[in-house]
């Protein structure tokens, strides 16, 4: 897969890449992922990227002229122009299924949002899909875009260690249930012990376990009521 990400920040990305699970993924070359730069392709000396919004407003608007040139800069790279994704607060919320549905895909153009957000008419010049990771606010939409590449990365074929370490995730499966409690050495840790089913050698019991305890954990999940006084913006 071929991801390229366009920002105002690329430098915000050098630490991400090169971790654990994507440096070694990029190195053996199951994933390929190029950084843009949008300001270069903005006109005039100043390379000036966002502007007032008409009809008056507080802050800025990135405007289309050099987002949609570094759209269809990296586009023009490969036959395959791949998916454009927009960071955006009214975009599609960003669960597992949709992780799925975009690793199915051969390559994604992630566009980080800036300021107030997109010009809107970039979306419709690029026939872009929109995305928000969260109800929250952001600084911009590279955090987010880390977030995509991360989840979707993981799904690679190779990436993982262990394959099945996928399927057993959260929110993975067709019953989506977060995943319950595990434990490691030691036994005992300051009075709590390591529940007698795991340690019994009997799978059968382990598995039944495991899925009552991520039944009980989705179903705290689903009950737990948001904090009241919190933001409901969505993330750029």
């Known amino acids: 897969m071929r991801i390229d990400i366009l920002t105002l920040f690329p430098d915000m990305f050098t630490g991400f890449l090169q971790g654990s699970l994507l440096g070694a993924a990029r190195e053996k070359g199951l994933v390929d992922i190029r950084l843009v730069d949008i300001r270069d392709f903005a006109e005039g000396p100043h390379r000036q990227v966002d502007d007032r919004p008409f009809g008056g407003g507080p802050g800025m608007l990135l405007m289309p002229g050099p987002v949609v040139a570094s759209i269809e800069h990296v586009q023009g ?16 919320r960003l669960d597992q299924p949709l992780v799925e549905e975009l690793a199915r895909r051969e390559r994604l153009v992630l566009v980080c949002g800036r300021y107030e957000g997109f010009d809107a008419r970039v979306a419709q010049t690029v026939g872009a899909e929109e995305i928000s990771i969260g109800d929250y606010v952001l600084s911009g939409g590279e955090v987010a875009a880390m977030v995509v590449v991360d ?11 262990h394959e099945e370490s996928a399927r057993q995730d959260s929110f ?20 709590l012990h390591v529940p007698e089913v795991l340690l019994s050698g009997d799978h059968r019991r382990i ?3 495991r899925h009552e ?3 009980a954990a989705t179903s705290r999940r689903a009950t737990a009521t948001p904090t009241p006084g919190m933001s409901r913006r969505s993330d750029p």
């Open 213 to 215: 305890q991520a039944v």
């Open 172 to 191: 993975s499966g067709h019953e989506r249930l977060v995943e319950g409690p595990q434990y490691t050495r030691p036994r005992e840790f300051r009075g």
């Open 151 to 161: 989840a979707v990365a993981r799904l690679l074929p190779g990436v993982l260690g």
């Open 207 to 209: 598995e039944a376990w």
């Open 77 to 92: 790279q490969a036959t395959d122009p791949g998916q454009v994704i927009l960071f955006t607060p009214g975009g599609r």
